[in-house]
């Protein structure tokens, strides 16, 4: 998300005189790093938790349709930059890979079906296929039904212009483009605190891990985009709109296959169904990756608890989040989330052996020695007080909190997370630098064609964007 920002304004002013601070030696290493992160181009082509069924017996794909809009702009905007030969070849953070939902059982199989006929309706997944067939399913994901003896009922829905991203390559590449426009990048250099000067601007405490020397800095705007560790950063800068929200540290384990003829077996990202009372970041898959460019094979993920908001955290972390102006909001969330508490402490405490079971789920051939535990990344979900879900509910998306007067924005939540960092760091140029828009606009539609623009409601332009796009980032 920082990247985007500082790629985003340094296009529209080159002569803005940015630095970044990183707690680690490299870029992105605690979110978007390829081992942490799951890799999905987010574009609600396969993630059933983006559709749900009404009373009515209806599907509402509204935010389906606007997670998928979200990324296609970030597609329009790597594209730019690849044309642009600001980045290099697309394929080390991007690679072309079919999507698909997989569902077992009756209900769910006429869920599936009434999701597809919907969806397919709508330009944005027009390509969308559906199949109950086992036949067709084994051409689809042989992997999957290979061996499989179950006689409940298999549905799956395919959509071949899904994407495999390698955040972490991006996130990297990035910087390094950052860096060649003159961005200074402080690596190993920790920020303490936020404070506001008297002049109404900031004043950023660093601390330098290679000496434990402090550095004080002032600037006039601030984007915190410290993955878990933004709400305690927002917090200490005492702006307004950062009380009454709390934050909910979720963890993630992967399997990571290990075994090079089961890998070669597999050649999409298939996504089920959630367990009852389960994260959206836990949402089991199947995941074809490229990593180093190299095919991996990865289960996704199973979730865990810790009370830490960053992977390199505190343990204190969870505690010192709260505040007088939170307590209520917090104690309120965590009488309303026991079922996820325990969901949360069960996954912990799940064997190897537990763990292939629910791999077998959707591998029924999968053997222990084939597959290796890895843990993932560590996210933090927002807690706040809605209309809807009254006092201390938990959000699973990403927001942006902002100062009123724009000096200050703050990055916060979880899933979906980096596919839509282009569309969010937009939010933030908005919100923060609005006397400024009217200028900038132009160089944003040249960048990001679609900017203000529905390509749901406008299908040709949706061809012809999509079209160029794909031949850039070289996903045909």
Known sequence: MSATLGALLKELDPSLNITVFEKLDQPGEESSNEWNNAGTGHAALCELNYTSEKADGSIDISKAIRVNEQFQLSKQFWAFLVKEKLLDNPKDFIMPLPHMSMVQGEDNVKFLKKRYETMVENP????????????????????????????????????????????GALTRMLFEHLQEKGVEIRYNHHVDDVKRTDNGAWEVKVRNLHDDRLEFHTAEFVFLGAGGGSLHLLQKSGIPEGEGIGGFPVSGLFMVCNNPEVIEKHHAKVYGKAALGAPPM??????????????????????????KFLKTGSMMDLMNSVKPHNMLTMVAAGVKSM???????????????????????????????????????????????????GKGTLQFGTEVVSAADGSIAALLGASPGASTAVQVML?????????????????????????????????????????SASEILQLQ
């Open 427 to 467: 939010e933030v140029i908005e919100k923060c630098f609005p006397e400024r828009l009217e200028e900038w606009t132009p160089k944003i539609k040249e960048m990001i064609p679609s900017y203000g623009i529905s390509l749901a409601e406008n299908p040709d332009l949706l061809e012809e964007i999509d079209q």
């Open 124 to 167: 944005l997944f027009k390509d969308m296929e559906f199949s109950d067939d086992p036949e067709t399913l084994k051409e689809w994901f042989p992997l999957i039904m290979e061996g499989r003896t179950s006689t409940e009922p298999i549905a799956a829905t395919k959509m071949d212009g899904g994407t495999d991203v390698n955040f």
């Open 282 to 307: 836990s949402v089991p898959h199947l995941d074809t990756r490229f990593i180093n460019h190299k095919k991996e094979l990865l289960f996704v993920p199973f979730a865990g608890f810790s009370p």
């Open 339 to 389: 079922s996820l508490t325990k969901y949360l402490i069960e996954q912990v405490m799940l064997t190897k052996e537990e763990r292939m079971e629910e791999l077998r789920k959707f591998i029924p051939t999968a053997r222990d020695e084939d597959w290796d535990l890895l843990v993932a990344g560590q996210r933090v979900q927002i807690i706040k007080d809605t209309e809807e879900g």
